[in-house]
């Protein structure tokens, strides 16, 4: 059975596989290299190069990214139908007089591009027609051969658990947030002093740091590299009929992933917020600066950043006097590494020795990067604005999307990490459903701790009393 190598192995430091067109390729029609890269070509000619046949394979890299890429001009679906057309045209398997040694030939190769497309890209086989034409290509390859039929057998059962895991994750995702609730609706109907709070479920920031991680990992890997491209996508100028995910989205985990930031932020505020005494609230600070910390020294620069937002946002940072009685020094140092100036410099180098150290890992752990996933998804926008997908000749773009591709392949190889650290039910449990408050619940707390400092911020005071708590 062909497997495929790890996603690192992919791309070079320049973007791509430098020596991935030979002289074979040059003259291709509707193609165009330079220096052996391919630069450019027609949709239908870049469709050519994809399906293999007998004296030829595509490369890897240029799978990855014309499946990545060839969404914003063509469904999967539709594209999925023109390979299955181009293998049964180009070697006759629909032909039942074909040559079976021909089909011996080419019948690995196909298989080999169909388990590449289910491995890296499943979430497009939730499409009903793309498991049909799957399946039909598949029947046709095996029909005849024992070994190919298990091989095919595998492909697809192996993608069927995929799916089956991907549904059973978003059905958890679903729960969860049917049964959020607004801290402050908690706090009316259980008192406070009977309420838990983060240090009593987990007293250790180290330990927090980790099921925070086991969190982000869990969420990445199941976000699909499509994803990436499909929440760009616009109208396609050579299509006047319509954009090409006017079909509804197939999955919607980048979008989670996000949420789960925020929630992280105002779990954050919200722990900060709650307390009563001004000690409590100053020892809450502490607590997340040495998890942030623990989060940097991990590799784990999503929580790092969601922690540093929730510190900073505006009904935490307004407590004055709890924030003198807080040692802010190591703060102070991870809002550097975080810094956003100069396109985040410093987080950007820190990210890179993470990265480098990922690559020479000798254990789980040392493989670990979560990068700051917002700042991902805006990399990747501006490099999609940044360019246009056609060409003036009407070709596609093919130099934009093999940067793409090195950006997205990067990121499939941080995904994949397994979690090296032992959960912990109860605080993950605890991190991913309590109660957090809402922004006008987070600043009623924080001037019911720290009274109001003017008059805008009375008036506020006043009427947040007054809508929430229904005091005047």
Not at 97 to 107: F, G, S, V
Not at 215 to 222: D, K, P, Q, V
Not at 288 to 294: Q, T
Request: proline share 4%; with cysteine.
């Amino acid at each position: 059975m062909p497997q495929t190598p790890p996603f690192s192995a992919m791309f070079d430091s320049s973007g791509y596989n430098r020596n991935l067109y030979q002289s074979a390729e040059d003259s291709c029609g509707g193609l165009y290299y330079h220096d052996n890269n391919l630069l450019s070509g027609s949709l239908e000619a870049l469709i050519q190069h994809l399906v293999p046949n007998v004296d030829y394979y595509p490369d890897r890299t240029y799978i990855f990214t014309f499946l990545l890429s060839s969404r914003l001009f063509m469904h999967p679906h539709e594209l999925m139908a023109k390979v299955c057309h181009l293998c049964m045209e180009h070697q006759r398997l629909n032909d039942p007089n074909c040559d079976k040694n021909q089909i011996k030939k080419i019948a690995p190769k196909i298989l080999q591009l169909l388990t590449e497309w289910t491995e890296t890209f499943p979430y497009d086989f939730r499409d009903e027609r793309m498991m049909r034409n799957l399946k039909d290509l598949a029947h046709r390859i095996a029909s005849g051969e024992e070994t190919y039929r298990k091989n095919v057998q595998q492909v697809i059962q192996c993608l069927i658990r995929k799916l089956a895991a991907l549904s059973q994750y978003e059905e958890v995702l679903a729960k969860i947030s049917s049964t959020t609730t607004d801290r402050l609706t908690v706090l009316k109907t259980k008192p406070q002093s009977i309420q838990r709070d983060i240090i009593t479920v987990c007293s250790d920031p180290y330990t927090l740091a980790q099921q925070l991680t086991h969190i982000e990992l869990e969420r990445l890997n199941y976000i699909g590299p499509e994803e990436f491209v499909q929440a760009f996508v616009q109208k396609d100028p050579l299509d006047n009929d319509k954009s090409c995910y006017s079909e509804r989205k197939k999955t919607r985990n980048l979008e989670a992933y996000v949420e789960w930031f925020n929630r992280l932020s105002y779990l954050v505020a919200t722990e900060i917020c709650m307390p009563v005494k001004k000690k409590h609230r100053a020892r809450m600070i502490e607590y997340f600066i040495d998890v942030a910390r623990e989060c940097f020294n991990i590799g784990n620069f999503n929580s790092l950043m969601a922690i540093i937002s929730g510190m900073n946002m505006s009904p935490v940072s307004r407590l004055k006097k709890t924030w003198a009685k807080v040692k802010t020094a190591k703060f102070d140092i991870l809002e550097h590494q975080m810094d956003p100036s100069s396109n985040f410099y410093n987080y950007r180098t820190a990210l890179r020795g993470a990265a480098q150290r990922s690559l020479t890992a000798h254990s789980s752990r040392e493989k670990i990067v979560i990068p700051f996933f917002s700042l991902l998804i805006k990399d990747i926008y501006f490099l999609n604005e940044g360019c246009a997908n056609r060409l003036p000749n009407g070709h596609v773009n093919f130099e934009k999307f093999w940067e793409l591709a090195k950006q997205v392949s990067e990121f499939m190889t941080w995904k994949q990490v397994e979690c090296p650290f032992e959960r912990d039910r109860k605080i993950l449990q605890y991190l991913l459903t309590v109660p957090v408050f809402s922004e006008d619940s987070l600043y009623l707390a924080s001037y019911e701790s720290e009274g109001p400092e003017n008059h805008i911020e009375k008036d506020r005071w006043k009427s947040l009393r007054s809508s929430l708590l229904g005091r005047v």
